[in-house]
Protein backbone atom coordinates (compact mmCIF):
# COMPACT_ATOMS: atom_id res chain seq x y z
CA UNK A 1 0.00 0.00 0.00
CA UNK A 2 1.42 3.93 -0.98
CA UNK A 3 2.04 5.88 1.58
CA UNK A 4 -0.72 8.71 2.11
CA UNK A 5 -1.19 11.34 3.81
CA UNK A 6 -4.48 12.94 5.06
CA UNK A 7 -4.84 16.45 6.12
CA UNK A 8 -7.67 16.00 8.29
CA UNK A 9 -10.47 18.29 8.22
CA UNK A 10 -9.62 21.05 10.91
CA UNK A 11 -6.20 21.66 9.68
CA UNK A 12 -5.25 24.53 7.85
CA UNK A 13 -1.96 25.09 6.40
CA UNK A 14 -0.49 28.21 4.90
CA UNK A 15 2.20 27.55 2.80
CA UNK A 16 3.69 25.14 0.52
CA UNK A 17 3.67 21.16 0.64
CA UNK A 18 5.64 19.30 -1.10
CA UNK A 19 5.87 15.98 -1.15
CA UNK A 20 6.21 12.30 -3.14
CA UNK A 21 3.35 10.81 -1.73
CA UNK A 22 -0.34 10.72 -2.67
CA UNK A 23 -2.49 13.21 -0.50
CA UNK A 24 -5.81 14.00 0.67
CA UNK A 25 -6.72 17.45 1.93
CA UNK A 26 -9.46 17.69 4.05
CA UNK A 27 -9.02 20.93 5.71
CA UNK A 28 -8.01 24.11 4.11
CA UNK A 29 -4.93 24.47 2.24
CA UNK A 30 -3.70 27.99 0.91
CA UNK A 31 -0.36 28.18 -1.09
CA UNK A 32 1.54 25.47 -3.02
CA UNK A 33 0.85 22.05 -3.11
CA UNK A 34 3.80 20.06 -5.35
CA UNK A 35 3.66 16.21 -5.40
CA UNK A 36 4.88 13.79 -7.59
CA UNK A 37 1.81 11.31 -7.11
CA UNK A 38 -2.01 12.25 -6.62
CA UNK A 39 -3.85 15.06 -5.06
CA UNK A 40 -7.02 14.65 -4.02
CA UNK A 41 -9.66 17.57 -2.00
CA UNK A 42 -12.29 15.62 -0.52
CA UNK A 43 -15.74 17.17 -0.01
CA UNK A 44 -14.53 19.06 2.78
CA UNK A 45 -11.24 20.81 1.54
CA UNK A 46 -10.70 23.85 0.67
CA UNK A 47 -8.04 24.50 -0.96
CA UNK A 48 -6.66 27.94 -2.57
CA UNK A 49 -3.43 27.10 -3.81
CA UNK A 50 -1.18 26.22 -7.18
CA UNK A 51 -1.41 22.51 -7.36
CA UNK A 52 0.88 20.41 -9.19
CA UNK A 53 1.01 16.69 -9.10
CA UNK A 54 0.58 13.53 -11.24
CA UNK A 55 -3.09 12.90 -10.68
CA UNK A 56 -5.90 15.56 -9.36
CA UNK A 57 -9.37 14.76 -8.17
CA UNK A 58 -11.49 17.61 -6.53
CA UNK A 59 -14.42 16.69 -4.80
CA UNK A 60 -14.40 20.15 -2.83
CA UNK A 61 -13.37 23.88 -3.28
CA UNK A 62 -10.21 24.67 -5.10
CA UNK A 63 -9.30 27.74 -5.99
CA UNK A 64 -6.10 28.02 -7.86
CA UNK A 65 -4.58 26.92 -10.94
CA UNK A 66 -3.85 23.50 -11.93
CA UNK A 67 -0.54 21.49 -14.11
CA UNK A 68 -1.00 17.89 -13.86
CA UNK A 69 0.82 15.90 -15.43
CA UNK A 70 -1.54 12.89 -16.29
CA UNK A 71 -5.04 13.66 -15.24
CA UNK A 72 -7.50 16.12 -13.65
CA UNK A 73 -10.82 15.15 -12.77
CA UNK A 74 -13.77 17.54 -11.16
CA UNK A 75 -15.86 15.26 -9.11
CA UNK A 76 -19.76 16.02 -9.00
CA UNK A 77 -19.77 18.15 -5.72
CA UNK A 78 -16.63 19.95 -6.96
CA UNK A 79 -16.21 22.92 -7.62
CA UNK A 80 -12.78 24.65 -8.82
CA UNK A 81 -12.26 28.35 -10.14
CA UNK A 82 -8.73 28.65 -11.89
CA UNK A 83 -6.81 27.33 -15.42
CA UNK A 84 -6.28 23.63 -16.06
CA UNK A 85 -3.35 22.04 -18.12
CA UNK A 86 -3.45 18.25 -18.46
CA UNK A 87 -3.48 15.83 -20.84
CA UNK A 88 -6.33 14.24 -19.89
CA UNK A 89 -9.25 16.74 -18.12
CA UNK A 90 -12.80 15.16 -16.33
CA UNK A 91 -15.78 17.21 -15.41
CA UNK A 92 -18.34 15.32 -14.12
CA UNK A 93 -21.83 16.20 -14.62
CA UNK A 94 -23.09 18.96 -11.64
CA UNK A 95 -19.21 20.28 -11.00
CA UNK A 96 -18.61 23.68 -11.11
CA UNK A 97 -16.02 25.08 -13.12
CA UNK A 98 -14.60 28.54 -14.00
CA UNK A 99 -11.46 29.04 -16.03
CA UNK A 100 -9.57 27.77 -18.43
CA UNK A 101 -8.74 24.42 -19.81
CA UNK A 102 -5.65 23.66 -22.06
CA UNK A 103 -4.90 20.16 -22.85
CA UNK A 104 -1.60 19.21 -23.73
CA UNK A 105 0.94 16.38 -24.40
CA UNK A 106 1.85 14.00 -21.75
CA UNK A 107 5.00 13.72 -20.89
CA UNK A 108 5.95 11.05 -23.43
CA UNK A 109 4.36 12.73 -25.75
CA UNK A 110 1.45 11.42 -26.38
CA UNK A 111 -1.76 12.94 -26.07
CA UNK B 1 2.31 -24.77 17.27
CA UNK B 2 4.79 -26.75 15.63
CA UNK B 3 5.08 -24.47 13.08
CA UNK B 4 6.40 -21.76 14.88
CA UNK B 5 9.09 -23.40 16.45
CA UNK B 6 12.08 -20.86 16.33
CA UNK B 7 14.33 -21.75 19.07
CA UNK B 8 16.45 -23.69 17.02
CA UNK B 9 16.55 -20.80 14.05
CA UNK B 10 19.46 -18.75 14.08
CA UNK B 11 19.00 -15.50 14.91
CA UNK B 12 22.52 -13.98 13.26
CA UNK B 13 20.87 -11.08 12.10
CA UNK B 14 19.62 -10.07 15.83
CA UNK B 15 23.88 -10.15 16.82
CA UNK B 16 24.66 -7.98 19.97
CA UNK B 17 20.91 -7.01 20.22
CA UNK B 18 19.98 -8.01 23.73
CA UNK B 19 16.29 -9.50 23.91
CA UNK B 20 15.76 -8.18 27.53
CA UNK B 21 15.29 -4.59 26.51
CA UNK B 22 12.28 -3.82 24.00
CA UNK B 23 9.99 -0.96 24.05
CA UNK B 24 7.18 -2.87 25.01
CA UNK B 25 8.78 -5.43 28.03
CA UNK B 26 9.58 -8.72 27.47
CA UNK B 27 6.72 -10.24 25.98
CA UNK B 28 7.31 -13.64 26.84
CA UNK B 29 9.10 -15.02 29.91
CA UNK B 30 13.04 -14.83 29.13
CA UNK B 31 13.92 -18.79 29.68
CA UNK B 32 16.82 -18.31 27.17
CA UNK B 33 20.37 -19.09 27.89
CA UNK B 34 22.27 -16.71 26.49
CA UNK B 35 23.78 -19.02 24.07
CA UNK B 36 21.20 -19.49 21.84
CA UNK B 37 21.77 -16.14 20.42
CA UNK B 38 25.36 -17.57 18.89
CA UNK B 39 24.58 -19.94 15.71
CA UNK B 40 27.34 -22.28 17.20
CA UNK B 41 25.57 -24.45 19.41
CA UNK B 42 22.20 -24.86 18.03
CA UNK B 43 20.11 -26.84 20.72
CA UNK B 44 18.82 -29.95 19.53
CA UNK B 45 15.73 -30.46 18.30
CA UNK B 46 15.23 -34.10 19.99
CA UNK B 47 13.73 -32.41 23.37
CA UNK B 48 11.31 -29.61 22.72
CA UNK B 49 10.45 -27.86 26.46
CA UNK B 50 7.20 -28.61 27.65
CA UNK B 51 6.26 -25.27 28.44
CA UNK B 52 3.20 -23.83 26.52
CA UNK B 53 5.20 -21.13 25.15
CA UNK B 54 7.46 -22.67 22.15
CA UNK B 55 9.04 -19.07 21.07
CA UNK B 56 9.94 -18.69 24.79
CA UNK B 57 13.54 -17.96 23.84
CA UNK B 58 12.88 -15.99 20.83
CA UNK B 59 11.91 -12.13 20.51
CA UNK B 60 8.36 -11.79 19.05
CA UNK B 61 7.74 -11.20 16.05
CA UNK B 62 6.72 -7.26 16.47
CA UNK B 63 10.33 -6.76 18.01
CA UNK B 64 11.70 -8.65 15.19
CA UNK B 65 9.78 -6.53 12.92
CA UNK B 66 11.01 -3.58 14.74
CA UNK B 67 14.98 -4.32 14.67
CA UNK B 68 15.02 -5.10 11.21
CA UNK B 69 13.42 -1.63 10.23
CA UNK B 70 16.04 -0.32 12.28
CA UNK B 71 19.01 -2.36 10.98
CA UNK B 72 17.86 -2.00 7.41
CA UNK B 73 20.33 -3.55 5.67
CA UNK B 74 20.48 -6.99 8.01
CA UNK B 75 19.43 -9.82 5.32
CA UNK B 76 16.83 -12.31 6.69
CA UNK B 77 17.83 -15.75 8.05
CA UNK B 78 18.37 -17.93 4.90
CA UNK B 79 15.96 -20.92 4.82
CA UNK B 80 18.77 -23.56 4.82
CA UNK B 81 21.66 -23.20 7.15
CA UNK B 82 23.88 -26.10 7.29
CA UNK B 83 24.13 -25.78 11.29
CA UNK B 84 21.14 -27.55 12.22
CA UNK B 85 19.74 -30.58 12.94
CA UNK B 86 16.62 -30.80 11.07
CA UNK B 87 14.98 -28.81 8.31
CA UNK B 88 14.36 -25.13 8.75
CA UNK B 89 10.71 -24.72 9.24
CA UNK B 90 9.97 -21.94 6.87
CA UNK B 91 9.71 -18.51 8.80
CA UNK B 92 6.40 -16.57 7.97
CA UNK B 93 7.92 -13.36 7.98
CA UNK B 94 6.05 -10.58 7.85
CA UNK B 95 5.24 -8.16 5.32
CA UNK B 96 8.14 -6.04 3.95
CA UNK B 97 8.29 -3.15 6.13
CA UNK B 98 5.98 -0.43 5.03
CA UNK B 99 6.54 2.81 5.56
CA UNK B 100 6.74 3.96 9.11
CA UNK B 101 3.47 5.43 9.40
CA UNK B 102 1.95 2.27 10.16
CA UNK B 103 4.23 0.51 12.05
CA UNK B 104 4.94 3.42 14.83
CA UNK B 105 1.35 4.53 15.14
CA UNK B 106 -0.09 0.58 15.63
CA UNK B 107 2.44 0.20 18.09
CA UNK B 108 1.85 3.16 19.95
CA UNK B 109 -2.12 3.33 20.21
CA UNK B 110 -1.70 6.76 22.78
CA UNK B 111 -3.03 8.76 19.67
CA UNK B 112 -6.50 9.30 19.88
CA UNK B 113 -8.58 9.34 16.93
CA UNK B 114 -8.45 11.91 14.73
CA UNK B 115 -4.84 11.64 13.77
CA UNK B 116 -3.78 13.26 10.80
CA UNK B 117 -0.33 11.53 9.72
CA UNK B 118 2.27 13.56 7.78
CA UNK B 119 4.03 11.15 5.63
CA UNK B 120 7.67 10.57 5.52
CA UNK B 121 8.53 12.61 2.11
CA UNK B 122 6.22 15.91 2.88
CA UNK B 123 7.82 18.66 3.56
CA UNK B 124 5.08 21.69 5.22
CA UNK B 125 6.57 25.38 4.53
CA UNK B 126 4.41 28.06 6.26
CA UNK B 127 2.33 28.05 9.16
CA UNK B 128 -0.08 25.00 10.17
CA UNK B 129 -3.11 25.17 12.79
CA UNK B 130 -5.17 22.15 13.47
CA UNK B 131 -7.52 21.16 16.21
CA UNK B 132 -6.65 17.34 15.54
CA UNK B 133 -3.60 15.25 16.67
CA UNK B 134 -0.51 15.28 14.42
CA UNK B 135 1.97 12.28 13.78
CA UNK B 136 4.94 13.68 11.71
CA UNK B 137 6.69 11.36 10.24
CA UNK B 138 7.92 14.28 7.44
CA UNK B 139 9.59 17.38 7.72
CA UNK B 140 7.41 21.04 8.77
CA UNK B 141 9.11 24.03 8.14
CA UNK B 142 5.89 25.50 9.53
CA UNK B 143 4.94 27.16 12.60
CA UNK B 144 2.11 24.80 14.11
CA UNK B 145 -0.95 25.69 16.24
CA UNK B 146 -2.69 22.53 17.69
CA UNK B 147 -5.07 22.16 20.49
CA UNK B 148 -3.92 18.43 20.32
CA UNK B 149 -1.16 16.47 20.17
CA UNK B 150 1.99 16.32 18.13
CA UNK B 151 3.85 13.60 17.84
CA UNK B 152 7.34 14.14 16.15
CA UNK B 153 8.13 10.48 14.97
CA UNK B 154 11.58 9.09 14.21
CA UNK B 155 11.93 10.10 10.71
CA UNK B 156 10.36 13.81 11.20
CA UNK B 157 11.49 16.76 11.76
CA UNK B 158 10.07 19.87 13.03
CA UNK B 159 12.28 23.21 12.23
CA UNK B 160 10.07 25.58 13.85
CA UNK B 161 8.00 26.85 17.08
CA UNK B 162 5.14 24.68 18.43
CA UNK B 163 2.13 26.06 20.26
CA UNK B 164 0.98 22.77 21.51
CA UNK B 165 -1.41 20.71 23.98
CA UNK B 166 0.78 17.96 23.89
CA UNK B 167 3.85 17.51 22.32
CA UNK B 168 5.84 13.60 22.11
CA UNK B 169 8.98 13.90 20.67
CA UNK B 170 10.90 11.02 19.10
CA UNK B 171 12.63 12.74 15.95
CA UNK B 172 14.25 15.81 15.32
CA UNK B 173 13.27 19.21 16.73
CA UNK B 174 14.35 22.82 16.06
CA UNK B 175 12.15 25.36 18.11
CA UNK B 176 10.61 26.36 20.81
CA UNK B 177 7.81 24.12 22.38
CA UNK B 178 4.84 25.60 24.45
CA UNK B 179 2.42 23.22 25.58
CA UNK B 180 -0.44 23.42 27.80
CA UNK B 181 -0.20 19.91 29.06
CA UNK B 182 2.68 17.98 28.25
CA UNK B 183 5.81 17.55 26.77
CA UNK B 184 7.81 14.67 26.31
CA UNK B 185 11.01 13.44 24.86
CA UNK B 186 11.31 10.03 23.61
CA UNK B 187 14.68 8.38 23.47
CA UNK B 188 15.06 9.30 20.06
CA UNK B 189 14.27 12.84 20.27
CA UNK B 190 17.09 15.28 19.18
CA UNK B 191 15.59 19.08 20.64
CA UNK B 192 16.89 22.25 19.98
CA UNK B 193 14.87 25.03 21.44
CA UNK B 194 12.97 26.46 24.47
CA UNK B 195 10.29 24.55 26.38
CA UNK B 196 7.46 25.89 28.27
CA UNK B 197 5.21 23.05 29.55
CA UNK B 198 3.70 22.20 32.84
CA UNK B 199 4.89 18.80 33.02
CA UNK B 200 7.87 17.90 31.71
CA UNK B 201 8.89 13.73 30.52
CA UNK B 202 12.80 13.33 29.45
CA UNK B 203 13.60 9.97 28.58
CA UNK B 204 16.48 8.22 28.50
CA UNK B 205 18.48 8.84 25.31
CA UNK B 206 16.54 12.37 24.76
CA UNK B 207 19.07 15.16 23.93
CA UNK B 208 18.17 18.46 24.57
CA UNK B 209 19.46 21.90 24.65
CA UNK B 210 17.64 24.74 25.78
CA UNK B 211 15.55 26.11 28.47
CA UNK B 212 12.80 24.68 29.98
CA UNK B 213 10.47 26.52 32.28
CA UNK B 214 8.12 24.77 33.45
CA UNK B 215 5.10 26.98 35.34
CA UNK B 216 7.57 28.21 38.46
CA UNK B 217 4.47 30.25 40.20
CA UNK B 218 3.00 27.74 41.38
CA UNK B 219 6.08 25.27 42.17
CA UNK B 220 6.58 27.72 44.39
CA UNK B 221 3.05 27.80 46.19
CA UNK B 222 3.22 24.05 46.76
CA UNK B 223 6.86 24.39 48.21
CA UNK B 224 6.01 28.01 50.40
CA UNK B 225 2.67 26.22 51.51
CA UNK B 226 3.37 24.78 55.38
CA UNK B 227 3.05 21.30 56.00
CA UNK B 228 0.48 19.73 57.82
CA UNK B 229 -0.11 19.71 61.22
CA UNK B 230 -1.36 16.46 62.85
CA UNK B 231 -4.00 17.19 65.06
CA UNK B 232 -2.76 16.31 69.03
CA UNK B 233 -6.08 17.29 70.50
CA UNK B 234 -8.36 14.87 71.63
CA UNK B 235 -11.93 15.63 70.63
CA UNK B 236 -13.56 17.26 73.25
CA UNK B 237 -16.60 15.82 75.00
CA UNK B 238 -19.13 18.11 74.64
CA UNK B 239 -20.58 17.15 77.86
CA UNK B 240 -17.24 18.28 79.76
CA UNK B 241 -17.47 21.90 80.54
CA UNK B 242 -15.08 24.52 78.26
CA UNK B 243 -12.01 24.51 80.13
CA UNK B 244 -12.14 28.65 81.68
CA UNK B 245 -8.74 30.40 82.23
CA UNK B 246 -7.85 29.45 85.27
CA UNK B 247 -5.43 31.48 86.89
CA UNK B 248 -2.20 30.93 88.81
CA UNK B 249 -0.64 27.52 89.68
CA UNK B 250 -3.82 25.82 89.47
CA UNK B 251 -4.13 26.88 85.56
CA UNK B 252 -0.78 25.65 84.57
CA UNK B 253 -1.28 22.23 86.80
CA UNK B 254 -4.94 22.06 84.80
CA UNK B 255 -2.76 23.12 81.41
CA UNK B 256 -0.55 20.22 82.14
CA UNK B 257 -2.77 17.26 82.38
CA UNK B 258 -5.00 18.01 79.16
CA UNK B 259 -3.80 17.66 75.82
CA UNK B 260 -2.61 21.21 74.33
CA UNK B 261 -5.30 21.99 71.80
CA UNK B 262 -3.91 22.81 68.42
CA UNK B 263 -5.35 25.08 66.23
CA UNK B 264 -5.34 23.56 62.32
CA UNK B 265 -3.39 25.41 59.90
CA UNK B 266 -5.11 24.69 56.06
CA UNK B 267 -4.88 21.64 56.51
CA UNK B 268 -5.02 20.29 52.67
CA UNK B 269 -2.07 21.05 50.45
CA UNK B 270 -4.21 22.48 47.13
CA UNK B 271 -2.43 20.95 44.12
CA UNK B 272 -3.36 22.78 41.59
CA UNK B 273 -4.81 21.18 38.43
CA UNK B 274 -5.32 23.23 35.74
CA UNK B 275 -3.65 24.16 33.35
CA UNK B 276 -1.39 27.51 33.96
CA UNK B 277 -2.71 30.66 32.79
CA UNK B 278 -0.13 32.70 34.44
CA UNK B 279 2.79 31.43 32.53
CA UNK B 280 5.17 34.98 33.11
CA UNK B 281 5.71 36.48 29.78
CA UNK B 282 8.89 38.13 30.73
CA UNK B 283 10.79 34.55 30.59
CA UNK B 284 9.34 33.58 27.25
CA UNK B 285 11.54 34.58 24.64
CA UNK B 286 8.99 34.19 22.08
CA UNK B 287 5.51 36.21 22.62
CA UNK B 288 2.31 34.12 21.43
CA UNK B 289 -0.84 34.26 22.75
CA UNK B 290 -1.88 31.07 24.09
CA UNK B 291 -4.25 28.67 22.85
CA UNK B 292 -7.09 27.19 25.09
CA UNK B 293 -9.30 26.45 22.36
CA UNK B 294 -9.95 26.49 18.88
CA UNK B 295 -11.75 29.30 18.61
CA UNK B 296 -8.53 31.03 20.41
CA UNK B 297 -6.80 29.82 16.71
CA UNK B 298 -9.06 32.50 14.93
CA UNK B 299 -7.72 35.41 16.74
CA UNK B 300 -5.37 38.07 15.42
CA UNK B 301 -2.05 36.51 16.62
CA UNK B 302 1.01 38.01 17.16
CA UNK B 303 2.92 36.22 14.21
CA UNK B 304 6.26 35.00 14.18
CA UNK B 305 7.87 36.28 10.98
CA UNK B 306 7.98 33.48 8.50
CA UNK B 307 9.02 34.05 5.50
CA UNK B 308 7.31 35.36 2.48
CA UNK B 309 3.95 34.27 4.54
CA UNK B 310 3.85 36.89 7.15
CA UNK B 311 0.72 38.83 6.74
CA UNK B 312 1.58 42.71 5.97
CA UNK B 313 -0.94 45.28 6.02
CA UNK B 314 -1.23 47.17 3.23
CA UNK B 315 -0.68 50.57 3.18
CA UNK B 316 -3.05 52.71 1.11
CA UNK B 317 -1.51 56.03 -0.04
CA UNK B 318 -4.62 57.85 -0.09
CA UNK B 319 -5.45 57.14 3.67
CA UNK B 320 -1.91 58.48 4.73
CA UNK B 321 -2.52 61.84 3.25
CA UNK B 322 -5.76 61.80 4.75
CA UNK B 323 -3.90 61.98 8.33
CA UNK B 324 -1.32 64.88 7.08
CA UNK B 325 -2.70 68.24 8.66
CA UNK B 326 -3.38 70.19 5.86
CA UNK B 327 -2.65 73.98 6.09
CA UNK B 328 -5.79 75.52 7.32
CA UNK B 329 -6.43 77.11 10.99
CA UNK B 330 -4.20 75.45 13.76
CA UNK B 331 -7.67 75.50 15.79
CA UNK B 332 -9.94 73.25 13.24
CA UNK B 333 -8.84 69.78 13.80
CA UNK B 334 -7.54 66.95 11.29
CA UNK B 335 -10.63 65.07 9.81
CA UNK B 336 -10.12 61.73 11.13
CA UNK B 337 -11.08 58.89 9.05
CA UNK B 338 -13.33 56.72 11.79
CA UNK B 339 -15.61 59.80 12.20
CA UNK B 340 -16.65 62.17 10.08
CA UNK B 341 -16.00 65.87 10.68
CA UNK B 342 -17.59 67.05 12.78
CA UNK B 343 -18.30 70.52 12.18
CA UNK B 344 -16.96 73.52 14.58
CA UNK B 345 -19.51 74.35 17.53
CA UNK B 346 -21.36 77.05 16.39
CA UNK B 347 -20.95 80.40 17.82
CA UNK B 348 -23.58 81.61 20.57
CA UNK B 349 -24.43 84.49 21.71
CA UNK B 350 -22.33 85.58 24.72
CA UNK B 351 -25.12 86.21 27.63
CA UNK B 352 -28.92 86.73 26.52
CA UNK B 353 -30.63 84.16 28.07
CA UNK B 354 -33.57 85.89 27.11
CA UNK B 355 -32.77 85.04 23.10
CA UNK B 356 -35.06 82.75 21.28
CA UNK B 357 -33.46 79.63 19.86
CA UNK B 358 -33.48 80.55 16.42
CA UNK B 359 -31.91 83.76 17.32
CA UNK B 360 -28.78 82.24 18.83
CA UNK B 361 -28.14 80.55 15.59
CA UNK B 362 -26.67 82.73 12.85
CA UNK B 363 -25.71 81.30 9.54
CA UNK B 364 -22.60 79.29 9.90
CA UNK B 365 -20.60 78.52 7.40
CA UNK B 366 -19.48 75.24 8.66
CA UNK B 367 -23.37 73.68 9.09
CA UNK B 368 -23.23 70.74 7.02
CA UNK B 369 -26.99 71.34 6.82
CA UNK B 370 -29.47 69.01 8.18
CA UNK B 371 -27.74 65.66 7.57
CA UNK B 372 -26.08 66.38 10.91
CA UNK B 373 -28.33 66.30 13.92
CA UNK B 374 -27.39 67.06 17.15
CA UNK B 375 -24.30 68.82 18.68
Same mark, same amino acid.
Given at each position: ????????????? @?? @????????????????????????????????????????????????????? %??????????????????????????? %?????? @?????????? | ? =??????????????????????????????? *??? $??????????????????????????????? #?? /????????????????????????????????????????? =??? +???? /????????????????? $???????????? +???? !????????????? +?? #??????????????????????????? !????? =?????? #????? $????????????????????????????????? *???????????? /???????????????????????????????????????? +???????????????????????? *??? !???????????????????????? *????????????????????????????????
Amino acid at each position: MEAKTVLGRTIEI @EG @EIEGDEDLVVRGSVRGTIRSRKDVTVDDSGDVEATISSRNLSISGKLKGNVDV %KARVELCKEGTMIGDIRAPRIVLADGS %KFRGGI @ETVLQEDGTP | M =TSRKKWNEPVQDLGEWDTSVTDDGPDEVEAA *PPQ $LLSTETPVPAATPTPSPRTRAETPSRAERRR #HR /AQSAAAPEPPAAEPVEDEPTVKIDEPAPVEAPAEVAVAERP =TLP +SETT /AIGASIVIRGRLTTAEN $LAVFGRIDAEIR +STGA !VRVERSGVINANM +SV #HTASIDGILVGNVRATDLVELLPNARV !VGDLV =TPRLIV #HEGAL $LRGRVEMDGLQALEILEQSPVQAPTAQPRDPAE *PRPRAAVGAQAV /ADASERPPIVRKATAKVTVPVDPPRAIRADVVDWDEPEIV +SPSDLRAPAVRVPVEPFAARVPVD *PSA !VKADYRSPRSPDAPPPSRLEPAAP *PPRPRPAATPSAKPADAKPADPNDKGSWFRGR
